[in-house]
Structures are given as C-alpha cells and as structure tokens.
Nanobody, 129 residues
C-alpha cells in the first residue's frame, strides 16, 4: 500500500524559509512522478512543483523561490522522501501543503490535481506579514 506523510509545516514570518518533507513508501522509484500542492482557505487546491522523467515543473508563483527534490532511502521497498524547500515566503504562500504521487503523469498534467491518485494528509504552512 502506497503511503505518503508530510511534515515540516510551521508558522513563519514573511521572507522566511521552510523545508517540507513527504515520506513515502511502496512507490516504484523507476516510475516516480510526484508533486507538491497547496490549498488556502476558500480556494481550490493548486499545483506548486512537480517532477517526473527527469523533468521539474514549477508554478509561476513560486519559480525562483521553491525547489523540489527527492531522496531514495530503500530502493527495494520503494521508500524515500520528497522535499520542498521554500525561500522568501510570502503571506500568499500560506495553506495546507500536500504531496501526491503516481507511477506516470504526462508532462502537461504534472501540476494537475486530477492526475494523482495517491495523496498525503497535508501539513499547514502559515506565513505572516
């Protein structure tokens, strides 16, 4: 069973930094497509950063400030951690951040909610001005 578990959310001041983690298990590391999404109160969930097939995609709002990366810890078990490093945070970055995964996602859908069947429970990020 695929498992995703986010952590690292916190309350920070504007222009601060945070690094989110998403521990995953039972994913094929040879066919790994993962992404970070966020959802602010009253707004739809939106894609922030995604990767797959050696390609990385960022939403325009976070380009140059956020960085997505992945680290495998047990290839046989399909375990590892997805990261989202966030710098120069703005109040508009506040929301619940989710990680998502699938074994294949087309390039045009890397930041689309509907493209991912597996999701974590989310971690709260609050940025105050």
């Amino acid at each position: 069973e695929v498992r995703l578990a986010e952590s690292g959310g916190a309350s920070v001041q504007a222009r601060g930094s945070l690094k989110l983690s998403c521990a995953f298990s039972q994913l094929s590391l040879k066919r790994l497509y993962m992404a970070w999404f966020r959802q602010a109160p009253g707004k739809e969930r939106e894609g922030v950063a995604g990767f797959g097939k050696g390609e990385i995609t960022y939403a325009d709002a976070v380009k140059g400030r956020f960085a997505i990366s992945v680290e495998a810890s047990d290839v046989d078990a399909g375990n590892g951690t997805l990261y989202l490093e966030m710098n120069n945070l703005e109040p508009e970055d506040s929301g619940i951040y989710y990680c998502a995964a699938d074994s294949w996602v087309g390039a045009s859908a890397r930041l689309k909610v509907h493209a991912y069947p597996w999701w974590g429970q989310g971690t709260q990020v609050t940025v105050s001005s």
